[in-house]
T-cell receptor, first 115, second 112 residues
Framework: DQQVKQNSPSLSVQEGRISILNCDYT??????FLWYKKYPAEGPTFLIS?????DKNEDGRFTVFLNKSAKHLSLHIVPSQPGDSAVYFC??????????????FGKGTKLSVIP | GEEVAQTPKHLVRGEGQKAKLYCAPI?????VFWYQQVLKNEFKFLIS????????ETGMPKERFSAKCLPNSPCSLEIQATKLEDSAVYFC??????????FGSGTRLTVV
């Protein structure tokens, strides 16, 4: 069963507008969430993260929102730029308890920002 | 350095041959993780290490896959008797005392 789901395989947004990427999870043990950006033929690059004790974290143009009751998080990119075009992965891990710290990934959302 | 170095970038093996992949984690990072990316986007966890000790190997196909992280050497992932289905990009990541995971650029293994 897939514990981290990104239900939109792709998203197209006009340059300058907001991009919203969504992620749902099922495992209640997850307490730390990360977003990665990936270009073809490169490794995932860390973007932003959020702990389960928070509901929002902001870093420049990137904001991640966490709704624990809904087991949902979203990444907002404002304003979107053509260089943001990439595949975005949501990932989750469980730090507390006897976790193994491995990241569980969603299948990614391909973002295309149209100039 | 502040990057995870994976070698080689590309590896081609005939079915049944051995493949060995290497990963040098960021200095000072105690945790190393190996992932297999198949079907373009799906990341499958294979194994993790805490220093030289196996931390979690629940994702490892036991029969043909093995991995090591020895002191003062790059970590390695070895596949004995490769199969066509082993064709994938293999990523290594390391994690330090903070919560950041840094990924290498991957090794693309093609089994022909």
């Amino acid at each position: 069963d897939q514990q981290v789901k990104q239900n939109s395989p792709s998203l197209s947004v006009q340059e300058g507008r907001i991009s919203i990427l969504n992620c749902d999870y099922t495992n209640s043990m997850f307490d730390y969430f990360l977003w990665y950006k990936k270009y073809p033929a490169e490794g995932p690059t860390f973007l932003i993260s959020i702990s389960s004790i928070k509901d929002k974290n902001e870093d420049g143009r990137f904001t991640v929102f966490l709704n624990k009751s809904a087991k949902h998080l979203s990444l907002h990119i404002v304003p979107s730029q053509p260089g943001d075009s990439a595949v975005y992965f949501c990932a989750a891990t469980a730090y507390s308890g006897a976790g193994s710290y491995q990241l569980t990934f969603g299948k990614g959302t391909k973002l295309s920002v149209i100039p | 350095g502040e990057e995870v170095a994976q070698t080689p970038k590309h590896l081609v093996r005939g079915e049944g041959q051995k493949a060995k992949l290497y990963c040098a984690p960021i200095k000072g990072h105690s945790y190393v993780f190996w992932y297999q990316q198949v079907l373009k986007n799906e990341f499958k966890f294979l194994i993790s290490f805490q220093n030289e000790n196996v931390f979690d190997e629940t994702g490892m196909p036991k029969e043909r896959f093995s991995a090591k992280c020895l002191p003062n050497s790059p970590c390695s992932l070895e596949i004995q008797a490769t199969k066509l289905e082993d064709s994938a990009v293999y990523f290594c990541a390391s994690r330090g005392s903070n919560y950041g995971y840094t990924f290498g650029s991957g090794t693309r293994l093609t089994v022909v």
